[in-house]
Every structure is written in C-alpha cells, then in structure tokens.
C-alpha cells in the first residue's frame, strides 16, 4: 500500500479524532500543580487545524496540512507537532504519493524540522520520542510494519522520559507532549486500517458579541472593512505552473491598506482594510474561486477592542507587540508603549495568526515581541519568521517580570542591534517569583495551598497568598534587590497587597518596593526584582 493524498488527509484526520478523546488525560499529566498551557489542548487545537486541509496529490495535501498547523499552532507542544508535519511536507514535495520508503525519509525530515524549531533541544520530551520511534521503524517494507514499529518505540521511548527530565520523575508522569505524539500516532494506524474518524469538534473560538450600535443610521464610514479571504486559484482561470500571484498583490495593494497576502500552493490568503470589499471580491474571481470569506464592519471592531489610535496610525520606525493577562498589566503595558498587548498567559497561549495580525496593526519597520510567557516564545517565534513586512525581533521574555523590567529599559536612541541585546539582557537579570494556589496535590504541597515558584521549583508553601509571597521573596534573597515590584493578581484579598507592600518595605529598606494592580489570573502575586 502506498501512501496518496486521500489516504494521507484520513490519517491526520484519524490522528486528530484520537487526540480529541484523549486530550484530557494528556492535559492531566502536566507536572505542575497550578493551572498551565494544557498540552492536550494546544496539540489538538493545532492538528484540527490541519485536519480540515484538501488536496488531491499527496505534496499538495501534506503542504495543506502543515500549513493549517502552522496557523492554528498553539503553545510549544502544537509548534512542534506543526513543524514535524511541516518537515514532512518538505519529503513529500513532487509526490503524488508515496511508499514506505519516501514516507520514512518524510518523518525523519519531520524529526529534523522539529529540533530546528527548538533553540534548545531538550531530551525526555516530545522531540525524543519522536526521533527514537522513528529510528525504531526504519526498515519497515509496508506502511502497516511502519506505523506499528513507530508506535512501539515512542511507547517505550515515552515510559524512559522520566529517566531523561527529574520533573517528570518527581512527579511521577510520563511527559505530556510525548504522550499527545502517540495518541495521534495511534489515531493514524486506526485511519490506515480502515476505521473511520469520529467527527470533529471545531477548535475554534467563540464569537463575541457585536454592539450594533456602535454604527448607526447616522455614521459614516471611515474605517472600512476588515475583508478576509481563502482564494482557490482555478486551473480553469490561470496556468497554476505559471501564474505569478504578485499580480493579485499589486492590484490590492491600490484598494485598501494593512494587506496581508501570501500563497501556499493553490489556495491565496488575503486580509486587506477596505472601503470597497465588493470591488476586491469581485476583482479576485478572475484569478479563483473563494473558500472562505470574512467582512467586517471596523467602526465594530474600532468600538469593541478601543483601538481609536489602531487604523489612524502612519507607519513608523519602531513598535511593540506584548502578551499580558489582567486588565491592570495590559493597562501598565500600553502605558509603557506597546501598540498592541495580546492577551494571553500560563492558561491562554495565542496562535500564530494572532501574532500577525498583531504585527500588521503595530504597522511598524521594527517590531519587537515580548511574549513574556516560556509556552509562548515558540510561537512568537514563528509568527515572527513568517512575517514579511517589518523586522520583528522576539526578546524571549519568559515571565511577566521579565518582560516588564525588558521594557522599562528600552531606549529607543541605540541602534535596533544594540537595542535588542540590551533588552535581552535587561530580561535576563530579573529574578521572578510566582504565588498561586495549588490544584493538585503535588510532592511536598497539598491541594488548596498557596505555593512559591521560580521557574519550575516550588520554593515554599502556605496557607495564605501574602504569607507564601513572604516566605518566597526571603527564598529569592530579595534584599539584594534595588527594586521589589510586587505585581497584586485578581484574586488577591481586598487591602491584602497593600498590606503586604508595607510589611516587605520594612523587610527590605535598601529596596524600594513598588505595588502593581496587574489583575493577572492564576498568580495571587507576581514578586520581580531587579
């Protein structure tokens, strides 16, 4: 059996019904206890995207796939699972189909784009059990020897991660990412032997309500219309070989402003601000047909997200895209010159599109990215390496902390190369502490207390928010900070961080201790110094 583009979409397809299922008990195996950017949900939300791809040769179906991935990608565990089918969309190029042979050099160019995708490898995770399956099923002479040899050994490399990283070891799981990768792997062999996919729920998110108001009999029309669209390029219409789409590029670019244009394959994405959507629509049909259309009204759009100063703004040399939760950090954010603060955080990783349309609304030479998340730095990084419009430059701020004491420090007269290493260095010299209660029981923790954390340890526990940040800030040795910014989660009690500023300035008075109203979820106080 050799593998076509049909038999190919039903394996992803297969792969993501299997992950649906089990996408809890993957959630489940996170080693921390508080609540985290759930592994089971990421994978899942990145391959359902993939899995509504089309194609009618084997190299246009794996290039769909890899693409709808790559949109819909969702913390580290769904970029690397994007870029493992991305690798193999690259061994499939020029295929109509494959066997087994060409599909074994397709996964371990998938393993290959995978590590590529990680400045710093980490064995014992997803990357591991990935590379070692695929080394166990080299040889294989069918398909079905294959998958149940690649099976076999990410089952066994999966069960020895704990061997690779102490986390898992202390507590007792096997890695996450790892996990997700076989579920899929399983959903696929399910696909190759014929059973049929359960239907799948859409991952995407639900529509928030629109003021109609905010436009009336009345108004006038000064935004335009965010117009967005999936074109089909038809043989019918153009040579598919031959035909240059920077035509449909330069046409657009005289309708409107904020274009975002690419091709992947057949299928053109178009997103362009607009005063006359039905000229675009109709303009575009002589080179396809639409899969897909969006237009909407931005005075709602204007309204509804506050961005009076969004689609006036000319372009400029520099501008800053940041990820925050809390209405108090996204406040202070803006106030410290980001252009747009994507929410997002330890439960809400953003997908690469969401970075984009980030970058296109900064509309700037230079765009620097603080993701200020560690599950989130992939992402922005990839959303960064896509984007063609601007330099954009990700600080890999992997905490709130870092990524506020990062902006602080920006001076805007040094040259962009200086500028962004001192910002990385900025980020670097922060030391930051977490406060958050405790959902699980965990190694030395009992479920409702409130824990301290640096990074992944757990420094301390108590059995209130203000008495864990106290016994955190004496773990993080906060007398040798010049500066204490303590940053009040939405949680936190009434008059309790008040409280807790005067107790911690008369602790440390060769600090000065700044109190912050960030309303972040999942952190009863975030503790940086500096």
Avoid at 84 to 96: D, H, N, R, S, V
Avoid at 501 to 509: E, I, R, S, T
Wanted: net charge negative; proline share 3%; aromatic share 6%.
């Amino acid at each position: 059996m050799n593998l076509d583009a049909e038999l190919y979409l039903n394996l992803i397809r297969g792969g993501a019904a299997r992950l649906a299922q089990e996408r809890q008990t993957i959630n489940d195996l996170n080693v921390f206890p508080i609540p985290d950017g759930d592994t089971g949900d990421n994978m899942y939300m990145t391959i359902e995207a993939g899995s509504r791809a089309e194609g009618n040769r084997l190299d246009q179906a794996a290039d769909a796939v890899s693409h709808g991935m790559l949109m819909g990608a969702r913390g580290n565990s769904g970029v690397i699972l994007s870029r493992i089918f991305a690798g193999m969309a690259k061994g499939f190029t020029g295929l109509q189909e494959a066997d087994t042979a060409a599909f074994t050099q397709a996964m371990r160019m998938g393993v290959q784009e995978a590590y590529q995708a990680v400045s710093q490898p980490v064995e014992g995770t997803i990357l591991t059990v990935l590379r070692e399956g695929v080394d166990a099923a080299a040889g294989s002479s069918t398909l079905e020897e294959f998958f149940d040899r690649w099976i076999s050994g990410m089952d066994l490399s999966l069960q020895h991660t704990p061997e690779l990283l102490d986390v898992l070891k202390k507590a007792g799981v096997v890695d996450s990412g790892g996990a997700g990768l076989l579920s899929i792997a399983e959903g696929m062999r399910a696909a190759l032997h014929g059973e049929t996919p359960l239907e799948l729920e859409t991952a995407a998110p639900q529509a928030q309500a629109v003021d109609f108001g905010a436009f009336t009999e009345d108004s006038i029309l000064e935004f335009g219309y965010c117009t967005e669209f999936l074109l089909r390029l038809q043989k019918s219409k153009v040579d598919l070989d031959s035909f240059d789409e920077s035509v449909i590029e330069h046409w657009l670019e005289g309708q409107g402003d904020s274009l975002v244009f690419f091709r992947d394959g057949s299928i053109v994405k178009v997103h362009v601000h607009t005063k006359d959507p039905g000229a675009v629509l109709t303009k575009c049909r002589e080179w396809g047909e639409f899969l897909t259309i969006k237009v909407e009204n931005m005075t709602l759009q204007h309204h509804e997200n506050h961005m009076d100063e969004r689609y006036k703004r000319a372009r400029k040399a520099m501008g800053i895209v940041t990820v925050a939760a809390g209405k108090g950090l996204t406040h202070t954010f803006k106030e410290m010159g980001a252009d747009v603060v994507i929410e997002g955080g330890q439960t809400m990783n953003p997908a690469v599109d969401r970075f984009l349309n980030a970058f296109r609304e900064t509309n700037a030479d230079l765009i620097l990215v603080f993701p200020n998340n560690s599950n989130i730095v992939l992402t922005a990084q990839q959303a960064a390496a896509l984007y063609k419009d601007a330099r954009v430059e990700v600080i890999p701020t992997k905490t709130l902390g870092e990524g506020y004491y990062a902006m602080a420090n920006l001076d805007q007269e040094m040259d962009p190369d200086t500028l962004i290493q001192s910002l990385a260095d900025a980020a670097a010299s922060v030391t930051t502490g977490l406060v958050s209660r405790a959902i699980r029981d965990a190694e030395g923790v009992r479920e409702g207390e409130y824990i301290g954390i640096r990074g992944k340890d757990i420094l301390c526990s108590a059995s209130s928010a203000s008495e864990a940040a106290v016994a955190l800030a004496a773990k993080l040795d906060a007398g040798h900070a010049d500066i204490f910014l303590l940053i009040a989660g939405e949680d936190a009690a009434a008059g309790a961080p008040e409280a807790l500023q005067a107790h911690l300035q008369q602790n440390y008075p060769l600090a000065e201790v700044i109190l912050l109203q960030g309303d972040q979820p999942v952190y009863d106080y975030i503790l940086v110094l500096c």
